[in-house]
């Protein structure tokens, strides 16, 4: 799952059930959305054929969209199959409370149910207290800007799957530089990505056990207080210092994994106390080289004083924060980089869900901006996760250390103005 210690009266065939359940809720949350979502795009194309307007505002409250549902509306349509999107990982999260309840895990229900309360207090509480009272206007745009972004966030969803970074790196540059998106609708649109991201590849990695899901449930608590915090002060900060110090700090928390990119695992890893009582230290199936491979689990708490860094930077920049995820696993818990890769993205769509709702609430995610990075990004992290299983996790690193470098470079330029 990767397989973790079970706890006292669960078997394997309880947790493989888990898993299963996990799985399927991702599965039919990421179809449904699909489905709707694209309801609502040819709805919304189709309408000016027949002389009707498909309007030029977006709702941007739970309201807003249930009376544009009701009066046939294609961008509310459209935002349904997003909110239903961003539920998704929410969703996940409360069905894994009964899943580990299935396992008779009482500590692990009740670190799930804290994440749980921490997301809806952010959606329902933190988020509804910046809503606008009213729709959002938004710039027209065409069938070829819609495909452009799709392509472009498909391939943003491929790597984002591989190397568990989310596609925000890639898609607020494109949504900003190319088709001059105001930055805070393409961060929206940046997190509602990274949570396509999550939902599309976290469904094969649970399925197919290279996912560590106590380590990730554990780790979630950090992570989405981070981002409460990080989305409720990032209309408050200088972007241009903010780029610059993440930029900085991707460079210098990079360089560890530079001096062991040969190295296929971690070795003389002892676990920590914390990974012990919590039972963290587990067991993937490596389809490669076709064998279980354990590992133990080492630093946890340095690894969640990450996470919660980790949260704050999805928060304010919108892009995932993917690379600290899987630095703080690699570098400081010391998982093999095919379990922090893949743990990493079953986290990133909780931690980017936690402040979805303040960028909804905000009127920060556009549905025709947010809709085809969600359709590209859901196909391309499909497709990385089937090629992740066939990578070695020297591999991986290969790919994941250059992507670091990109990040920080871009973030370094964009901070001091060069692009």
């Known amino acids: 799952m990767s397989t973790t210690t079970p706890p006292a009266g669960a078997d394997d065939s309880l947790i493989r059930k888990t898993e299963l359940i996990i799985s399927g809720v991702l599965r039919v949350g990421v179809l449904l959305s699909v489905a709707i979502i694209l309801a609502g795009v040819v709805y919304g194309y189709l309408l000016p054929l027949f002389g009707h307007s ?18 046939g509306r294609p961008m509310a349509i459209i935002s349904a199959g997003l909110l239903l999107l961003v539920a998704t990982p929410v969703l996940r999260v409360a069905v894994s409370i009964v899943a580990f309840a299935i396992e008779k895990d009482r500590a692990y229900v009740l670190i799930t149910a804290l994440v749980l ?24 745009g065409t069938v070829a800007d819609f495909l452009f972004i799709a392509l472009s966030s498909m391939f943003a969803g491929f790597v984002g799957a591989l190397a568990g970074l989310g596609g925000g790196v890639f898609i607020v540059p494109i949504l900003t530089l190319v088709f001059r998106v105001p930055f805070a609708s393409a961060i929206g649109a940046s997190i509602v990505s990274v949570i396509a991201t999550s939902s599309g590849a976290a469904a094969a990695y649970v399925r197919d056990r290279m996912t560590n899901l106590r380590v990730g449930m554990f780790l979630e608590i950090a992570t989405t207080i981070g981002a409460i915090c990080g989305a409720l002060v990032s ?33 003389g890893v002892q676990n920590h106390p914390w990974a012990v009582r919590l039972r963290l230290p587990g067991v993937y199936a490596d389809r490669r080289t076709r064998s279980d491979v354990p590992y133990n689990v080492a630093h946890v708490p340095a690894g969640f004083g990450m996470m919660y860094v980790a949260g704050l930077v999805s928060g304010l920049l919108g892009i995932g924060s993917g690379t600290f995820k899987v630095l703080a696993m690699d ?31 905000r009127g920060d995610i556009d549905p025709m901006i947010a809709a085809p990075v969600a359709l590209g990004v859901l196909a391309g992290s499909m497709l990385g996760a ?34």
């Open 54 to 71: 498909a309007g030029s505002t977006f709702p941007d409250t739970v309201s807003g969209v249930s009376a544009g549902l009701l009066a």
């Open 117 to 140: 309360a921490i997301l809806l207090t952010s959606i329902f509480g933190i988020g509804t207290h910046v809503a606008r009272p009213s729709s959002t206007s938004m710039p027209n």
């Open 235 to 267: 209309s408050m900060l200088n972007d241009t210092v903010l780029f610059v110090v993440f930029g900085i700090i991707l460079l210098v928390s990079g360089a560890p994994l530079v001096l062991r990119l040969g190295e296929e695992l971690p070795r």
């Open 331 to 361: 570098t400081a818990m010391r998982l093999p980089m095919k379990v922090s890769t893949t743990t990493s993205n079953f986290m990133i769509g909780v931690t980017a869900a936690a402040s979805a709702g303040i960028f909804f609430h």
């Open 386 to 419: 089937k090629t992740l299983m066939h990578l070695s996790n020297v591999h991986l690193k290969k790919i994941f250390v250059p992507m670091i470098g990109l990040v920080a470079c871009s973030m370094l330029a964009r901070g001091l103005g060069w692009l």
